[in-house]
């Protein structure tokens, strides 16, 4: 008789900690599943886009004036293994042509640039739009 209680308390025990464990995720605040849906993920503003280039761009600024000259551009390109000759992409950018690229230089090439890789003209830069991504046209940066 005893054998037979501890053997229904045993199995009660058994029971009661398979559904707290079944219980506990119910229970938990439900967490909101990330959404893969491209309008769920928004593409990149011009201002975004500008921020990062911009702030690559100044990390060759080496002497810290806030222009980037032909030298210094090289350096950088050269660190970074770029593909390319840095002059002529120096060039493109440089629109004053005084051997240096400043803000309001770099901020009208980006722009440019934007413009060129927004393809539908919405303002926004989507995930098909960027160079690299599997969809995008193979094309010069």
């Given at each position: 008789m005893i054998r037979r209680s501890i053997f229904v308390v045993a199995l009660g025990l058994q029971a009661a900690a398979a559904a707290a464990q079944t219980a506990t995720p119910a229970t938990a605040p439900a967490q909101p599943a990330p959404s893969m849906s491209a309008s769920a993920r928004p593409g990149i503003t011009l201002e975004k886009f500008e921020a990062r280039r911009e702030k690559a761009f100044m990390r060759a600024d080496t002497d810290g004036d806030g222009k980037v000259s032909l030298a210094e551009w090289t350096a950088f390109q050269t660190q970074r293994k770029a593909k390319g000759d840095p002059a002529k992409s120096f060039a493109r950018m440089d629109a004053n042509k005084d051997g240096f690229v400043d803000k309001s230089?770099?901020?009208?090439f980006?722009?440019?640039?934007?413009?060129r890789l927004d393809k539908n003209g919405d303002g926004v830069m989507s995930a098909e739009e960027r160079p690299g991504h599997k969809t995008a046209p193979n094309q010069e940066q």
């Open positions: 230089e770099l901020d009208a980006l722009a440019k640039r934007f413009a």
